[in-house]
């Protein structure tokens, strides 16, 4: 009975934390037509009150223009992995990304890049119900992998964009969005170190704000190649 009582704890738990990182997705999601009827829908599955009241928040404040200002092709935040994740090339990086939607057969929303910031969070809630699917069939073994999966997702690809994408916002706002970044920055792992910071140096130690780029002093003049008649 214990073990019973246990388990429909969990079975909640990841339900719930399924809601949660969904909604942090809709509300980093382009808002088109359909996305205050989702929206809505997605809010009566919320329990805890500080997730409510950003979602109150937020159904005052989205719309497509202020979506446009920040996360535009002008806007000041990026919000695709390849633009904050210097560790890998793109291409990479989106292979691993589709690596790990194929073994989860996760489809990303339509009209989403893999790497966006939203799709991130949304696979993070498919995640979630992955585990609350293996809790309700007792699958400990699929139980054990997905929980693995997610773990490696959240330091592998999203806790360096939340990071990014709040301290961005930080300046910025609304408050709303800045608080579901920090919201997602923190559940996804402890911020990387050096985060955001602008190199001091050249890689000979010369300043930055020498234009002349470093190693200058050492330069050598080329003479002019003569052209062969």
Not at 6 to 18: G, I, Q, T
Not at 23 to 49: K, N, T, V
Not at 200 to 219: I, K, M, Q, T, V
Request: with cysteine; charged share 25%.
């Amino acid at each position: 009975m214990k073990q019973a009582v246990a388990s429909a704890d969990e079975l909640v738990a990841h339900l719930e934390r399924a809601a949660e990182w969904h909604l942090l997705a809709q509300l980093f999601a382009y808002p088109d037509a359909g996305w205050r009827r989702r929206f809505e829908l997605l809010c009566g599955s919320l329990r805890g009150a500080a997730v409510l009241e950003l979602a109150r928040r937020a159904a005052r404040e989205v719309c497509p223009e202020l979506w446009m200002r920040l996360f535009g092709p002008a806007g000041p935040v990026r919000i695709r992995a390849v633009s904050f994740d210097g560790g890998l090339q793109p291409g990479y990086l989106l292979a691993e990304l589709a690596a790990f939607y194929e073994a989860f057969a996760y489809v990303a929303p339509p009209g989403s890049a893999p790497d966006d910031f939203p799709a991130l969070l949304d696979f993070a809630a498919w995640l979630e119900m992955k585990l609350a699917y293996a809790c309700m069939l007792e699958d400990v073994q699929a139980a054990e992998v997905t929980n693995r999966a997610l773990e490696t997702f959240l330091s592998r690809f999203l806790s360096a964009g939340a990071w990014r994408v709040y301290r961005q916002l930080e300046g910025l706002g609304p408050d709303f969005l800045v608080e579901a970044a920090r919201l997602a920055a923190e559940r996804s792992g402890a911020e990387p170190v050096g985060l955001g910071r602008e190199p001091d140096l050249w890689p000979d130690g010369s300043p930055l704000e020498d234009l002349s780029c470093g190693g200058a002093g050492d330069f050598v003049p080329v003479k002019p190649i003569k052209k062969v008649r």
